[in-house]
């Protein structure tokens, strides 16, 4: 009988201490957020009001808004067009092309996958980023052959 009370007993201690190690826990990750500030850059406004931003970064993530290519020309000279802009935005942030950790490829047209991941290939460094690719119903917004966005880290 003793034996079974002192187990009952170390039981509620030990469940204690988790109870309490588990809160202190909880505790430090909801506070965790509210220390890291938004910073949204290249805003675009309509009507006054803003639409979107070409970048937004929180701690150590960018997120690189869609980049397209509004000019007359074929997959691989948007696509390149596309990826240099992605670099460009990526670069004021602080980034590179070698941290981008995520990319998603929309393009008008899926018979142009051979031909965009020709100029694609190679241009995110010896460690590419995942990416998923689709193709758009309806086309890309602006008549442009492929739109791409990216996650990068700092």
Not at 95 to 117: I, Q
Request: aromatic content about 8%; overall charge positive; glycine content about 10%.
């Amino acid at each position: 009988m003793e034996k079974l009370e002192r187990r009952s007993t170390l039981k509620k201690l030990f469940a204690g201490i988790a109870g309490f190690a588990g809160f202190g826990a909880v505790s430090s990750v909801n506070a965790a957020p509210a220390t890291l500030e938004k910073k949204a850059n290249n805003i675009t406004t309509f009507q006054d009001m803003p639409l979107f931003s070409g970048s937004t970064q929180m701690g150590n993530l960018v997120f690189i808004a869609g980049k397209g290519a509004h000019f007359e020309g074929d997959i691989k000279s948007h696509t390149d067009h596309v990826l240099k802009e992605l670099e460009k935005e990526l670069i004021k942030a602080g980034s590179s092309m070698e941290k981008v950790l995520k990319v998603s490829v929309f393009l008008a047209d899926l018979n142009d996958y051979k031909a965009m991941n020709e100029v694609y290939k190679g241009r995110f460094g010896a460690k590419p980023p995942v990416r998923t690719t689709v193709a758009t119903y309806g086309g890309v917004p602006g008549d442009s052959l492929v739109e791409i966005d990216c996650i990068a880290y700092v």
